[in-house]
């Protein structure tokens, strides 16, 4: 158990749909990533933020964007669903005082019909 | 850039016979290096990690891993498996702000 929360566990949504997965971290976690792993594949890293700003972003368009809140909870935000979106989305936070250790969350896995 | 290589993507393996999951890496960089287990239709949870010291790193249920900066390896390894072993493994290495992760193993243990 890492305390690391994610909602729902399972979305179906339509090509060309906007979609928002919820991550809630550990209190005292300011750092939340956001990783994708798609089916038989390593997760790949899609954001970063600190404090509530986006600081590091991986290979993914403009259409993937987030939000992290005060209260240590943050968003994924997908517009323009494409069918290749379908895979796990994997929240992951960590604390000042250990960067290197992230601490995942069970995932949301999103499939685009 | 970073990046990892797990070349078995699959490794059956019967209980308490001994299992070593393969993990090459590739960085530009000071190496902080990770294996990760995830079990079905859960996260990710952290095995164990390298950053400094000792090449020899172990977890607290009998995984170890050995840093072998000659070999650019990080293989994972346990004497005796169990059944409750089954899962996907992944080996990572940190990159700026980031994990880089391989394509993972799955161990499978049979009786």
């Known amino acids: 158990e890492t305390g690391v929360t994610q909602s729902p566990t399972h979305l179906i949504k339509t090509r060309g749909q906007q979609v928002t997965l919820r991550c809630s971290s550990q209190s005292g976690h300011n750092t939340v990533s956001w990783y994708q792993q798609a089916l038989g594949q390593g997760p790949q890293f899609i954001f970063q933020?600190?404090?509530?700003?986006?600081?590091g972003r991986g290979n993914f368009p403009p259409r993937f964007s987030g939000l992290q809140f005060p209260n240590y909870s943050s968003e994924l935000n997908v517009n323009a669903l494409e069918l290749d979106d379908s895979a796990l989305y994997l929240c992951?936070?960590?604390?000042?005082?250990?960067?290197?250790?992230?601490?995942f969350g069970p995932g949301t896995r999103l499939t685009v019909l | 850039a970073q990046s990892v290589t797990q070349l078995d993507s699959q490794v059956p393996v019967f209980e308490e016979a001994p299992v070593e999951l393969r993990c090459n890496y590739s960085s530009s960089v000071s190496v902080y290096l990770f294996w990760y287990v995830q079990y079905p239709n859960q996260g990710l949870q952290l095995l164990l990690k390298?950053?400094?010291?000792?090449?020899l790193v172990e977890s607290i249920n009998g995984f170890e891993a050995e840093f072998n900066k000659s070999q650019t390896s990080f293989h994972l390894r346990k004497p005796s498996v169990h059944i409750s072993d089954t899962a996907e493994y992944f080996c990572a290495v940190r990159g700026f702000q980031k994990l880089v992760f391989g394509t993972g193993t799955r161990l499978l243990v049979s009786p």
């Open positions: 390298y950053l400094s010291g000792s090449t």
């Open positions: 933020y600190y404090r509530e700003e986006e600081n």
């Open positions: 992951a936070s960590s604390y000042a005082g250990d960067t290197d250790t992230q601490y």
